[in-house]
Antibody
């Protein structure tokens, strides 16, 4: 059974940093692109970042480019999101997801990041 | 990159069908056969229902079907059941510059 378990969310002041982690199991982690997708409270879904199987390619939504960094450790079957210079508009539930043919086949339960105004 | 346009709400009685549209542009929906649909119940993570416009993941009932014409994709839920009441989001690949875009979301109510 595929499992994705996020951790690392919490309350952080504007301008602060946070590192999210996602532990994967139940599939060959090193064979899949991985993504982070977020959802602001009461709002829709927004793709945040993608990382290739070997970590050689990374892509970001414009609003986080230069502030967020996605990375992965295939030996530990984990993907990470380093978030710096956080803003109130980054407040959201952050989901880790396994990519499959330009879609997200499996999702974690999400971790809430709160940046007060 | 603008969000794909979905109707805010849709509804139907048990056993009926409901179709949700997802309108984009030639740079996303119309340009690639990478439209996917997600079901999200309150407080839960999204669940993939359709990928590559019309493909169903294993375990998704065949009551769910997807299609695309031009810049508009559609999700049809046939034989509505109470458990189908949820929010539905479409998504499309949008190329190497914008990567992915989601729809605005549609709340489906089973009357």
């Amino acid at each position: 059974e595929v499992q994705l378990v996020e951790s690392g969310g919490g309350l952080v002041q504007p301008g602060g940093s946070l590192r999210l982690s996602c532990a994967a199991s139940g599939f060959t982690f090193s064979s899949y692109w991985m993504s982070w997708v977020r959802q602001a409270p009461g709002k829709g879904l927004e793709w945040v970042a993608d990382i290739k199987e070997d970590g050689s390619e990374k892509y970001y939504v414009d609003s986080v480019e230069g502030r967020f960094t996605i990375s992965r450790d295939n030996a530990k079957k984990s993907v990470f999101l380093q978030m710096n210079s956080l803003r109130a508009e980054d407040t959201a539930v952050y989901y880790c997801a396994r990519s499959y043919i330009r879609s997200w086949y499996n999702w974690g339960q999400g971790t809430l990041v709160t940046v007060p105004t | 990159q603008s969000a794909l346009t979905q109707p805010p709400s849709a509804s139907g009685s048990p056993g009926q069908s409901v179709t949700i549209s997802c309108t984009g542009t030639s740079s996303d929906v119309g340009g690639y056969n990478y439209v996917s649909w997600y079901q999200q119940h309150p407080g839960k993570a999204p669940k993939l229902m359709i990928y590559e416009v019309s493909m169903r993941p294993s375990g998704v009932p065949d009551r769910f079907s997807g299609s695309k014409s031009g810049n508009t994709a559609s999700l049809t839920v046939s034989g509505l059941q109470a458990e189908d009441e949820a929010d539905y989001y479409c998504s499309s690949y949008a190329g190497s510059n914008n990567f992915y875009v989601f729809g605005t979301g549609t709340k489906v109510t089973v009357l």
